[in-house]
């Protein structure tokens, strides 16, 4: 049953669940709810966005932005929070429609999203991590301009794009480990079977985040 006690805002469990996930939400399907799942994907998602425009602002040179763009910037940062919030929600939702139509599970909606909502800071953390990686990888380097590059500037792409890809990889593979754990217990299928509930998932929820991002930036782009 959940919750077995009041709810509370886990944070030990949260820190357990990059290590110890079957543990991890065990413990806070009977301890948490969905009201403190998404308290905690809004902070980190803030947290996301603004570490993204740090680096877009910081990384002018690299990506050809200029300074007087800061209000589409920070426009586009916004729109950007938003919608990841919203490919969270389609995320949860499709995992649980998945996990009972084609496994047999529980398909508890809100349980989902409250157990994923504890897996999402990793998500949050393996895009800083790249973020930290492009900019020091990239650093000096002109996107707009490869074609001018030096053959030092060259081999200085080469290895930061090698190790974006080597640990994207490895993040990505984490995080379906930690996030399948999520879906298991929410749903009570196996881990296999909610691995293919988060792919699925994370496709439809990658479908809507591009679709609705490019209607919601599509106003902005008819001016600028």
């Not at 910081?58 to 919030?85: C, H, I, K, P, T």
């Not at 929600?89 to 599970?105: E, L, T």
């Not at 990686?133 to 200085?156: C, P």
């Not at 009570?188 to 998932?201: P, Q, R, V, Y």
Request: hydrophobic share 55%; charged share 10%; proline share 2%.
């Amino acid at each position: 049953m959940q919750p077995k006690h009041a709810p509370r805002l886990d944070f030990a469990d949260l820190l357990r669940v990059g290590f110890s996930p079957t543990k991890a939400f065990s413990s806070l399907y009977r301890s948490t709810n969905l009201q403190r799942a998404l308290a905690i994907v809004v902070l980190f998602s803030i947290i996301s966005s603004v570490a993204s425009l740090l680096v877009t602002a910081d990384m002018e040179q690299v990506l050809g932005y200029n300074s007087r763009d800061a209000f589409e910037l920070a426009f586009e940062g916004f729109v950007s929070w938003m919608v990841s919030l919203l490919a969270f929600m389609i995320f949860g939702i499709v995992a649980a429609i998945v996990a009972k139509d084609v496994f047999g599970g529980r398909g508890e909606r809100s349980a989902t999203l409250m157990l994923t909502g504890y897996a999402y800071p990793g998500y949050v953390i393996l895009s800083v991590v790249l973020l930290m990686l492009f900019t020091t990888g990239f650093r000096g380097l002109d996107l707009t301009k490869v074609q001018d590059w030096t053959s030092d500037e060259l081999n200085q792409a080469i290895a930061a794009g090698a190790a974006l890809l080597v640990v994207a990889l490895i993040g990505l593979i984490w995080l379906l480990w930690v996030t399948s754990h999520a879906v298991s217990v929410a749903n009570d299928i196996s881990k296999g079977e909610a691995a293919m509930s988060c792919i699925l998932a994370a496709i439809a929820a990658g479908i809507v985040y591009l679709l609705v991002g490019m209607v919601m930036q599509m106003p902005l782009g008819l001016f600028f």
